[in-house]
């Protein structure tokens, strides 16, 4: 099912022996897609210290109680590796992070979890070397920041092969994978009262200094993306027709069932 990640903003971290705290903000790779981990701000028992939850630890997510059960202690968590959010998480800091922890890199094979498309169920078959994943994603430096923001991207304007209009509202997020499917554009400067849905393949660049998203698609062709209701807070049975409506739009079909 796909969901708002805004939605997430709020809910309750609870781990199996009381609450970590409530998450901030969701931290995501721009290269395969993925939401990698979730900014939770422990609040008073941790002496306001933020810290970084991945997938690979939860357990579901409980709308109907707005929390989510993840499989770590809180003796666990205030052991994690420091980590300062204010700053861009380096390579070396989630080596650090996931090492901790025990969870594989999962940048370590070609798949969006490295040797699986999904962060769960965790066995140690899966605690695979690093090595097996592709040159180009090892040949980064320990300190080059890997991951982006979701909560500060989401503010950047978009610009199309010729225009620039609007700007990125939010991203619909896959509850399963944590793929990042769709991203949700707010068209209303220029196209009033309206939202559109696209892929994030046909994103080039993404500018941190000017906030600026790039896409290699015109802006006719963005006015012809799939329209979204921003009220709708899950997608399920609506995911099919939207791949179908954005798959005839584009020479390069939608972000949809994963890499591998």
């Given amino acids: 099912m796909l969901y708002r990640m805004e939605k997430l903003i709020g809910l309750s971290i609870r781990g199996s022996d009381g609450e970590l705290g409530k998450v901030r903000d969701v931290y995501f790779d721009d290269h395969r897609w993925t939401a990698r981990y979730l900014v939770v701000d422990t609040g008073g028992w941790l002496e306001a210290r933020r810290v970084l939850i991945s997938p690979m630890s939860i357990e579901t997510i409980d709308w109907d109680t707005r929390s989510v059960p993840v499989k770590l202690t809180r003796q666990q968590v205030k052991g994690s ?6 700053k861009a ?52 430096a320990p300190d080059d920041p890997q991951l982006r923001s979701a909560r500060a991207v989401r503010s950047y304007h978009l610009r199309t092969t010729n225009a620039s209009i609007g700007h990125v509202e939010d991203f619909l997020i896959d509850d399963e994978s944590w793929a990042m499917r769709y991203i949700v554009v707010d068209t209303r400067e220029w196209w009033p009262e309206n939202h559109v849905l696209i ?3 046909w994103i080039t660049a993404i500018d941190q200094s000017d906030k600026l998203v790039t896409v290699d698609v015109t802006r006719d062709t963005l006015q012809r993306a799939p329209e979204y209701d921003p009220a709708i807070g899950h997608l399920g049975t609506h995911e099919a027709s939207l791949y179908r409506q954005a798959l005839r739009i584009a020479d390069r079909p939608p972000h949809h069932t994963g890499y591998g």
């Fill in 89 to 140: 998480v380096s390579r070396q800091h989630e080596l650090d992070l996931l090492g901790y922890y025990g969870y594989p890199r999962y940048w370590g094979g070609p798949l969006m979890w490295g040797t699986t498309s999904y962060p769960y169920p965790m066995s140690p078959t899966l605690l695979i070397p690093a090595a097996t994943g592709s040159p180009a994603e090892h040949a980064s």
């Fill in 81 to 86: 590796p420091a980590i300062d959010t204010d």
């Fill in 199 to 201: 892929s994030p393949q």
